[in-house]
């Protein structure tokens, strides 16, 4: 029960249910996107999970500006964090260039902001990427990048956040497959021949 203005308003998600599309045609193709759309969120839950992680549980509290130490910052574990943030960025960008292709292919044409969000989330998560590898690095620009580790971290985290949110937006948008947009062939009867 929900009250609503004073009254008790029993909530219906029926009708919710009801406009869902029908149950997917389960074959190899459905499994395929399916593993590359997971893949591709698993992804991005390590990459801007451990971000997040790394900037409030992580990083000392009493980090002075400027220490640049990677051990100190990452707890001895930079190197694994790289990996995971190359193996990560790795199943987002491969993932998220089989979902987009199977998506573009298999539907209609999409709106114009369809795929102006699209490029402004690829933008968002090539940011994310640069960021969190610069990050873990362990070169002099990576160092540079560290000497405001807080700042570039939140930065980072920011890049993530939107790429997430522009993903979630697109996943919105009406897709209509091309083989439903294509009317089914009418079926004639053929004329019955006149007696001879």
Not at 32 to 59: D, E, N, P
Not at 113 to 132: P, Q, R
């Amino acid at each position: 029960m929900l009250r609503i203005a004073g009254k008790e308003t029993m909530l219906n998600f029926m009708p919710l249910l009801a406009q869902q599309s029908t149950i997917p045609h389960i074959d190899g193709m459905y499994v395929f996107m399916l593993l590359a759309r997971i893949s591709h969120i698993v992804g991005a839950i390590i990459l801007v999970g451990g971000q997040f992680y790394i900037r409030f549980v992580l990083t000392p509290p009493n980090l002075a500006a400027g220490d640049t130490s990677a051990d100190r910052i990452f707890g001895g574990h930079r190197t694994m964090w790289a990996r995971c943030t190359g193996g990560a960025t790795a199943l987002i960008l491969i993932a998220g260039i089989i979902n987009y292709v199977l998506i573009i292919k298999q539907h209609e044409r999409f709106d114009a902001t369809y795929h102006m969000l699209m490029g402004l989330k690829i933008l968002a998560a090539t940011g994310a990427f640069l960021l969190a590898a610069l990050l873990a690095g362990k070169t002099a620009a990576a160092d540079r990048i560290r000497e405001n580790w807080r700042s570039w971290l939140v930065v980072c985290l920011l890049l993530g956040f939107v790429a997430v949110a522009l993903g979630s937006v697109l996943r919105t948008y009406p897709h209509i497959r091309k083989a439903d947009a294509i009317a089914p062939p009418q079926l004639i009867a053929p004329a019955n021949p006149s007696p001879q």
